[in-house]
C-alpha cells in the first residue's frame, strides 16, 4: 500500500548528532528522488546471490587473529579507531573465543557503473561495513518513498525494486536470538544448575 505524502518524507528524517534542543538536531537523509532506473533486476540479484559468499569472506578474515595482527600493525600506530579494535582483539585472543554464535550486519555500497555509452551497467563495490550498517533502515524508507513517487505520479517505469533490509536484518536477529537460547539451554543441561 503506497505511503501517504507526509509519510514518505517522515520516514527519511535523521538525527543530526547534535543536542535535541538544537533547530538542526535532526535533517532529512540524503536521497535520490527516484532509483537508479538502469539497474536492470537480472544485476542487482547477481550482487544480492553474492552477497552470502562475500560476506563469509568478511566473517572469515574477521576470525583470523594472526593475519588482522599483522595487517593491521601500521594503522594501528596512526588511526586511534583501529588502536582501540586492535587493543580489543588482543584481549579476545587472549582469553579465546567463548561465544561459537555470532550475527555479522553489514551493508555494502554500490555505485552504478556504465563502461561506455550504450553498454550494459553494472555495480561496483565500493565499500563493506561491518560497524555502520544502520543506513539499511534508510535503504529499506527510501524504496517505500520511490514506490510512493512512482505511484503517485504515474511512472511504473520508476518503481523500484524490492529491497526490504531492515526486515531482514530484523529476521536474522530474530534467529540469532533463537539460536543463542538454544545453545545456552543445552551448555545449562551439561553443567551445573544455576541459582537465580
Known sequence: R?????????LLIEYAGVTTDAPNAFMVAPVALHPASALRRGTFARVQGLSTVINRMVDAVARD????????????????????LMRILRKVAAVGDKQPLALGIHRSDYMLHTPEANTVHGLKQVEINTIASSLAVLASRTAAMHDYLACRFQLPHLKPLSNTPDTVIVDAMGHAHRQFVASSTASLAKSDPVVL
Request: aromatic share 10%; proline share 7%.
Open 2 to 10: 503506497p505511503l501517504r505524502p507526509g509519510a514518505a518524507l517522515m
Open 65 to 84: 587473529t594472526a593475519f588482522l595482527l599483522h595487517s593491521l600493525q601500521f594503522v594501528e600506530k596512526s588511526d586511534d579507531f583501529t588502536a582501540n
